[in-house]
């Protein structure tokens, strides 16, 4: 696991990760050295940052990111979008290196993951609601299969292969499919018809990007050659299927007249949400639950002693009423926390950022992946975040200037590192960058999303 941020305003951006890599097994081993933020072009303000999973299967990220610096070579795009886009497309170009037995070792994993987070979703579901009998558990089996291929369904823009396409690749990977689903779903009554949805849930997994156990967040920001702003765009990077990367763009911020300063948490962001409201993440949920509770056990008091005074109808009637009722307060319950939280908390702390200079904008992005590590580390929780923050600044004028940055050697003992560094830029700057040797001009796509404020934002009064 790990955590970063990013924080913007108008004049720059500012990325900061810390160095944890969690090694799983049986007993997770947590180093304090991965680098996880990078440079994405020689020439132009535009850095990379990766969290979630250490390897683009199996090919570390900073080997990817620094062989797609060189393919980039001279090439600049107009806006953050476009490279961060280029980028994912890249991944595509990185499948000819994968061995076939690699990939089909994918699938299985894949499908044994989905099959395995469907058995844990059925057990939770039968706990909570103390259910037995096999109509009841193959009632909760069917519900939980048709409510995650819905929300799988919903993620698929339709632009990649289709399910045949998938189930060939589960074919081709898995010898024994029913013996698998046996295995998996023991215990559990597995019929003709829960075979069918299972597979075209696996099939329906398998085609879309959805967090997983080969998953990586990749975070591209700075400055695009035609914006006078910064940008960031978020993408979910989820292993390959049928020859192409699966990647869905989950974030897309541009900073500009109206949205003028973001803070943007990534990976474990609790802490970091726990400076901003003033509050954790946890407690809004819980107040909530509390207040539901409460008035479920006010409403039953009530209907206890109303119940002889009134006809069947009436208390019915009277029921549902007080039913709606909790529903609305609830609601508006945690509508009035959230605006408390934002004018009280958030919002302020936006105002300065937004007019925050560069040097204390790393210093705060530091300081939030800091607070996240301090956390870790005096709490019975894995030390999941630590080790040296690597922090960037990235502004149009002055391009990426690192801060703090970790090197795996002693720095005055490999000078020739640092001349081959500087020569290969001050070769692209010297091979200039005309309308011949440049590409990428072109301007952005109609379809582009339209840019969010981010997790946290503020608009000018």
């Known amino acids: 696991m790990t955590a970063e941020v990013a924080i913007l305003n108008r004049e720059a951006v500012v990325m900061a990760a810390d160095s944890a890599l ?61 490279y961060a886009a280029e980028f994912i497309e890249y991944l ?32 939770r579901t039968l706990a909570d609601e103390h259910g037995d009998g096999e109509q009841v558990v193959g009632q909760v089996l069917m519900d939980q299969i048709e409510s995650r291929l819905q929300r799988l369904e919903e993620l698929d823009t339709g632009d990649g292969p289709g399910e045949s396409v998938a189930a060939r690749e589960l074919d081709e990977a898995i010898d ?93 962001q609790d802490m970091v949400q726990t400076f901003m409201d003033g509050l954790h993440p946890d407690y809004p949920r819980a107040l909530g639950e509390f207040v539901d509770e409460t008035i479920k056990l006010f409403a039953a008091h009530f209907g206890d002693r109303v119940k002889d005074a009134v006809s069947s109808d009436d208390y019915a009637a009277l029921i549902d009423t007080m039913d709606r009722a909790r529903l609305d307060i609830v609601e508006h319950f945690h509508s009035q926390l959230r605006d408390l939280l934002e004018t009280q908390h958030s919002d302020p702390v936006m105002a300065v950022v937004d007019m925050l200079p560069k040097e204390e904008l790393a210093e705060m992005a530091e300081a939030l992946v800091n607070l996240t590590s301090l956390k870790r580390r005096v709490t019975p929780d894995d030390e999941t975040v630590g080790g040296p923050v690597d922090v960037a600044v990235i502004s149009k004028g002055d391009g990426l200037v690192w801060i703090k940055r970790k090197h795996y050697f002693a720095p005055e003992m490999n000078p020739r590192y640092f001349e081959q560094d500087r020569g290969l830029r001050t070769s692209d700057r010297v091979g200039g960058r005309n309308e011949q040797n440049v590409r990428g001009s072109d301007p952005p796509r109609e379809d582009q999303k339209k840019p969010s404020s981010g997790p946290y934002g503020v608009r000018p009064g």
């Open 92 to 123: 595509s170009s990185l499948i000819h290196h994968m061995p076939v037995e690699f990939l089909q070792a994918r699938v299985r994993m894949r499908a044994s993951w989905e099959l395995d987070r469907l058995r844990k979703a059925v057990d």
């Open 22 to 82: 969690t090694l799983g097994g049986q007993v997770g081993k947590v180093y304090n050295s991965a680098n996880k933020l990078f440079a994405l072009s020689r020439l132009e303000p535009v850095a990379v940052m990766v969290y979630g999973g250490g390897s683009f299967e199996g090919i570390p990220w900073a080997t990817v990111v620094k062989e797609h610096r060189r393919h980039l070579s001279l090439q600049t795009f107009d806006t953050v979008e476009q």
């Open 176 to 268: 024994d499919w029913d013996t698998l689903v046996k295995r998996s779903l023991k215990g559990l009554p597995v019929t003709d018809r829960v075979r069918t949805n299972v597979r075209a849930m696996v099939c329906a997994s398998l085609g879309n990007a959805v967090w997983g156990p080969a998953s990586s967040g990749v975070v591209v920001a700075g400055f695009g050659r035609a914006q006078m702003f910064p940008a960031l765009s978020l993408y979910l990077v989820d292993g390959v299927h049928a020859g192409r990367v699966r990647a869905r763009q989950l974030e897309e911020i541009q900073i500009g007249w109206e949205d003028s300063a973001a803070i943007c948490p990534f990976a474990q």
